[in-house]
């Protein structure tokens, strides 16, 4: 009995030993919150309201930034259903710890649909839990009534319009007698009919294609907004002649009409409002009439809608129209009352542009969004404003220090690397074609749709080749011209308009430089007007001797804006074979075109469901590889092949909704799973090269030069290429986006609207949220690239930038 006792003391104590010598596990974390305020009760609909909620942290564990806490809500319909998950963020202050209490400014995005709602207020840990998940009572809930506004105004002036009538018949009845000079006021409105539709029909313009494009307008830019219209009709109010005056307002509406309608139509494509480097090739409209007509919709067309109203008075006879404006005003000053309503509107309007730029500092200085800028101070000032800024900058061209030269010259020093691998020249001497395909984006490489292959010869030919398969797309406004300017001289697109307009008279360090350089003979061919893009100016300016344009090809089959891709191949290879060797070669597709409608029947192998423009994508893409597997077969035929460097890539996006590639793709629908997926393919097939694979590595339309340099045995020094170059390992490797963004080997950082303190850090493999810290950085880095890179075009600094006293060694 002792030795059982004795032994179950003994496993009791090694038991208590074991046990005390394990770690202490941390405490759970508690979410635990008292939220009080936030009671908004009345919005107007798709408006944004302020409130302050007062917030009291219950848990034990401390909010920070760094833990991605926020404040935020969820919309529920009145029958709790919900309606909207997630609502606007709203930073905290600070860094509040458990027991202790904050005060948060919170913004709230009312819903489109007038109607009862709920908002119930709640405490988020992005990507781990909403605090209402864990406990109930962590969050509190209010009524929220959204009223209409259309309908609220339109209460009122059906509400001013009866009182008027209803108190001019009771005068005529000698019910009420009504003071003469509020008799006068409808003969003062009637005499000022015109000022006052033109005022009222531009404001309402201009909140509609905040509807319409879901740019959100702040209560400052409808203010302004609301000044601009006035301030246009104050100009015309002391103006004597009736109808010439209805003319004038009359044209000045058609023009913002048409602006409006402008931004409307390119913010579908682009994703972004209209400026005037971008007008300025706006000639080129009727090229892409049917990319536009595809891109226009009906209800765009309201803002045209009131003009009618313009035609009508100025049909009207004189004696009709304001016979009576002689008769009112007489004791008063009007061109005084003018003048001093002016003048107040004036100051009003610069004092709201102040505190914009005070809440928004460098929004007027540095522009990484036009929509941002749309979004504080309205449509027509932000064209005010872009106005301002292209006249300030063609006459106030960049001026630039010794000292910015001196570290730029530094930059380029660093980034380019004198460590060279064996692949380095294993291309040398061979002849390089370069093939930009239109709008082929990387989703279509390997994508099967009910057994076929949207790319067959590609695919092929990626099994003998390096294939990138995360190259990511950096063009910008420019599009196709974006893709060859990025391409060919490693430096990033304009943040507006097209480096093809802006800047056209200017040499360029390039690809097609470098290898006359070298001893190559250079030809560019597209089958297409070569005023298009600018492009016969812009390729004598890249380095190109010889090209080939829309009429310097024999006839054959059209598809769509011109010559087929097979006929333009075909006979693109029949003139490079009788180019001097080694040759560089540069071809730009086109069947390939948005809104992909022009492909003849008889090539159409996918189904394709009325309105479905990603079937027809699929279409036009699936007919440009089969001109490419003829293309690759007649380069064979005429002995090219094995002697001849063939890079393939594509130069910008499909514009088709990430919403419709999600139904053959499997992909998410959020911004960063749009931005990531925004990648072309990069193929190049080296003669003879034996480590052919698939890479992973993170590059983009930059590197293109570097690279080909690289397999060539060039050297970039002396060069002033920003891009990397895709055969070295360098894991600081940076692909830059022209809104701020970027990608490197394990994070993107995406920001919509330009500033890195509104961006968010992602994960590049797993898309979860990082603290911002992970990627601030680079994200400066990025900002100094764009900067670096725009000064180089702007102030042409190239030549000065090789020259002997800064040449980079």
Sequence with gaps: MKKVISFFLTLCTVSLLFLHSLPVLAAEPTYGVEISGGNIGNLFDNS???????????????WSDDKQIHLSYHLLDDQGNMVLHDGLRSNLPQDVEPGESVDVTAKVQAPEQPGSYQIQWDMVQENVTWFSEKNPNNSVTYKLNVVSYSLFMTVIILIVVFAAVLAYILDRKKIIKVPTYIRKIPKMLWAKFDLIWFTIA???????????????????????????????????????????????????NLIISLTILGDLVYLEYFDNVLSIPVLLYMGQAASVKGSIMQLLHYNQLYVLADLI??????????????????????????????????????????????????????????????????????????????????????????????????????????????????????????????LQVEALQQFV????????????????????????????????????????????????????????????????????????DNGYTTFSAHAYDGQFWNRKTMHQHLGIDTSMFGSDFAPGENIGWGLSDKDFLSQSVQ???????????????????????????????????EGSMLDRYLNTAHYTDMAIGAFIDELKSKGLYDNTVLAIYGDHDSAIDIKDISTVVQTGTEPIDASKLDKVPLIIHIPGYTKNATSSTVAGHLDLTPSILHLLGIS???????????????????????????????????????????????DLS??????????????????????????????????RLKSEETAIK
């Design 309 to 434: 109203i313009g035609v009508v008075l100025l049909l009207l006879p004189q004696k009709i129209y304001f016979p009576e404006l002689r008769m009112v005003g007489k004791s008063i000053n009007k061109k005084a009352l003018t003048g001093a309503l002016f003048v107040a509107c004036t100051a009003l309007l610069f004092l709201n542009i102040k505190t914009i730029s005070k809440e928004n500092p460098g929004i007027f200085v540095q522009r990484f969004s036009n929509s941002k800028i749309v979004e504080s101070v309205g449509v027509m000032n932000y064209h005010l404003f872009d106005a301002y800024k292209f006249v300030s900058a063609s006459f106030n061209k960049p001026k630039v220090t010794t000292d910015q030269l001196a570290a730029m010259s530094e930059w380029f020093k660093g980034h380019y690397t004198n460590d060279k691998n064996a692949d380095y020249g294993v291309a040398k001497g061979k002849n390089v074609i370069v």
């Design 716 to 762: 970039e020094e002396n060069h002033l290429f920003m891009g990397n170059d895709l055969f070295e390992n360098d894991p600081s490797r940076l692909v830059v986006f022209r809104n701020g963004s970027y990608a490197d080997q394990s994070h993107y950082f995406l920001t919509l609207s330009g500033s890195i303190q509104d961006g968010q850090c992602y």
């Design 48 to 62: 944004t309201k302020e409130v302050k909620v007062h917030l009291k942290n219950t848990g034990n564990t401390t």
């Design 202 to 252: 531009v404001y309402i313009k201009m909140l509609y294609f905040s509807d319409l494009t879901h740019i959100v307008l702040t209560p400052d830019a409808k203010k302004v907004s609301f000044l601009f219209a006035l301030l246009i009709g104050l100009l015309f109010n002391l103006m004597k002649h009736r109808k010439r005056r209805v003319a004038i307002v009359s044209v000045i």
């Design 575 to 609: 003139k490079i074979a009788t180019l001097q060797q080694p040759f560089f070669s540069f071809l730009i597709t086109l069947s390939n075109h948005h809104p992909y409608d022009a492909l003849p029947a008889q090539y159409k192998v996918f189904d394709e469901k």
């Design 445 to 516: 490489i390997g994508l099967k749709v009910n057994g076929q292959e949207v790319t067959p010869n590609l695919n092929k030919l990626i099994k003998d080749s390096m294939y990138y398969e995360n190259y990511f797309d950096q063009t910008n406004q420019g599009r196709t011209s974006d893709g060859e300017f990025t391409s060919l001289t490693s430096l990033y697109p304009l943040n507006e308009g097209s480096v093809y307009f802006s800047y056209p008279q200017q040499n360029y360090d390039s690809l097609p430089y470098a290898l006359k």
């Design 766 to 799: 797993t898309d979860q949220l990082q603290p911002n810290s992970a990627c601030s950085a680079n994200a400066e880095e990025a900002r100094k690239r764009l900067d670096m890179s725009d000064l180089m075009i702007q102030a042409n600094l190239m030549p």
